[in-house]
C-alpha cells in the first residue's frame, strides 16, 4: 500500500510542484504509515489510531467536504505530513474544538502553498481550513 501512496505523492509532482501534494485520508491511513508520519513532534502522540478515528469523525459530518492530508516529504520509507485540510463551512471555533484532542500546532484558513491541483472546487459558502502540527 505504501508504494501505491508513494505513486500518487509522485504523480502530483512531488517533489518539484510549487504545491505540496494532498491524499485522501484513505491512501494515507491505509498505506501502514508510522505513528511518526504525522504530528511526530507532539510530545504526548495520542496514536495513529486515534488521528485515524478523529479526522474520519470529523470527514463524516454533514457540513464537511472532505479532509485531505497534505505530504511534506518522502524519506526511506516514511511518508511525512504536518498539515492537513478540513473543507467545510463550519467556524474555526468550532474546528478548533473538533481537532482539539490531536494537539495541533495552528488552524488557518486556506491552502498554505496554493491550491493542490488534486484539490476540488468548494461548495458554496465552504472555506479551507488548514490544521498544522509543528
Given at each position: 500500500m505504501k508504494n501505491s501512496l508513494k505513486e500518487k505523492i509522485y504523480a502530483?509532482?512531488?517533489?518539484?510542484?510549487?504545491?505540496?501534494?494532498?491524499?485522501s485520508l484513505e491512501d494515507f491511513f491505509e498505506a501502514d504509515v508510522e505513528e511518526s508520519s504525522i504530528g511526530c513532534n507532539l510530545l504526548e502522540h495520542p496514536g495513529i489510531?486515534?488521528?485515524?478515528?478523529?479526522?474520519?469523525?470529523?470527514?463524516?459530518?454533514?457540513?464537511?467536504?472532505?479532509?485531505?492530508?497534505?505530504?511534506?516529504?518522502?524519506?526511506?520509507d516514511l511518508i511525512f505530513s504536518e498539515?492537513?485540510?478540513?473543507?467545510?463551512?463550519s467556524h474555526i471555533s468550532e474546528i478548533i474544538q473538533w481537532i482539539e484532542p490531536l494537539q495541533p500546532t495552528e488552524i488557518d484558513e486556506g491552502y498554505t502553498f496554493g491550491k493542490p491541483s488534486l484539490a476540488p472546487e468548494l461548495r458554496a459558502d465552504y472555506k479551507v481550513f488548514s490544521v498544522w502540527w509543528d
Open positions: 502530483q509532482g512531488y517533489p518539484d510542484a510549487k504545491t505540496a501534494p494532498i491524499v489510531f486515534t488521528f485515524h478515528k478523529i479526522l474520519f469523525n470529523i470527514r463524516s459530518k454533514i457540513n464537511v467536504q472532505d479532509v485531505f492530508v497534505e505530504i511534506m516529504e518522502i524519506e526511506d498539515r492537513i485540510y478540513i473543507l467545510t463551512d
